[in-house]
């Protein structure tokens, strides 16, 4: 079947939108009509090779849609099924998802960009295999995605919104309450405000957390900030970050601080703004040849800590319908979010508005 897609030719180039030649499912994967696909730094990411993927590559990893299909042996989904895509494939049985770290599943030895059958779904007019972002592809009409990889929701939720849960709100919020485990009445800083930011940020009002600060840059993203639950700000651009945020808390510093952004220096921000034993949490996706170091003896004597967070720590098919349930309860937002929606051939535009700084959530709408 033919279907267009946003596919990366080239690093550091525009993103070129085709009609590619699509093939049916396989046994235990399924065809996903896209309804929805969140704009998402990463994907940028991809663009720039900060995430490494080989060209040519289809984009997107947070999207939502409808089963028009499903391969042999799928028995947990059926045609017509509404679904949220995720954007890691997980076995069950491994190590790691018995401890219920099932992010870091450790079965899928594939290559990136690959089915698990280390095959190509996707092929252009010249016949070459494209490969798809994190497995899914979302920024494409149709997709042909490992059942491993779906979230079966309820049909009365929007698809547009639920798009947003499959990565920035999962990945934001998990990282509060999932990796970090903020407790009620601690203090918290929040190192860049775009979609994953101001969910880390909603997730620290859902921890009750007393004191959120968001630090930034962009005096807009700092307004979204402010409407999604953030006590405090610092506009980076004006004032050290580091100084502003102990300012603030009366020169102590935060009880945890996220790091949203994915650079060293903002993750030796995020460092040097905890208190002693303090947690400074890393949700950005540094460039993959990127280093960062900070005081090894400090590090000792002051007992902070240092912890990664990826995908917010989630478990897909549960966090997922709870965190759509919240949003339900009027407990958190996903309306807000989303400041412009765009057609796929706008997708380089969207990456323009994204840097600088324009939404707080971008969505890709298909018919």
């Known amino acids: 079947m033919k279907t267009r897609a946003a596919v990366m030719y080239e690093h550091n180039q525009p993103v070129v939108v085709e009609e590619l030649e699509l093939v049916e499912p396989k046994a235990n994967e399924v065809l996903v009509r896209t309804a929805a696909s969140g704009v998402c730094h990463s994907d940028l990411s991809v663009v720039t090779g900060a995430i490494y993927y080989d060209a040519a590559v289809i984009l997107g990893h947070e999207g939502a849609g409808v089963i028009e299909q499903v391969g042999e042996g799928v028995t947990d989904f059926q045609v017509g099924d509404h679904v949220i895509l995720s954007f890691v494939s997980y076995c069950g049985n491994c190590r790691m998802c018995e401890m219920e770290k099932v992010c870091l599943c450790e079965s899928y030895d594939v290559p990136r960009g690959f089915l698990l059958d280390g095959t190509y779904r996707f092929y252009n007019s010249s016949g070459d295999g494209i490969l798809q972002m994190a497995r899914v592809a979302t920024m494409s009409e149709y997709m042909v995605v490992p059942e491993q990889n779906l979230v079966k ?25 999932n990796t970090a485990k903020v407790e009620p009445g601690s203090s918290v800083a929040v190192i860049g405000t775009g979609g994953v930011g101001l969910n880390a940020i909603q997730g620290a009002v859902l921890a009750d957390a007393e ?56 993750i030796r921000q995020a460092y040097q703004m ?14 993959h040849e990127k280093e960062f170091s900070i005081p090894a003896q400090h590090f000792v004597s002051s007992e902070r800590r240092i912890i990664g967070s990826f995908y917010g720590s989630c478990q897909p098919r549960v966090d997922m319908p709870k965190l759509l349930s919240l949003y339900t309860e009027g407990k958190l937002k996903l309306d807000e979010l989303i400041t412009r929606h765009y057609r796929l051939e706008q997708i380089n535009d969207a990456f323009a508005d994204m840097e600088a700084g324009e939404n707080a959530r971008g969505v890709i709408i298909f018919n």
């Open 153 to 177: 929701i309820d049909q009365h939720y929007s698809l547009e919104q639920a798009a947003l849960v499959g990565c920035g709100v999962t990945t934001g919020v998990g990282a509060v309450l």
């Open 211 to 266: 004191q959120i600060i968001a630090v930034d840059i962009a005096e807009k993203k700092l307004d979204f900030a402010k409407t999604f639950g953030a006590t405090d700000v610092v506009n980076a651009a004006e004032i050290d970050a580091v100084e502003g945020v102990r300012e603030i808390t009366k020169g102590l510093g935060v009880d945890y601080a996220f790091e949203v952004i994915g650079n060293p220096d903002t």
């Open 274 to 287: 905890v208190r002693p034993a303090g947690t400074a949490v890393i949700v950005g996706m540094v460039h």
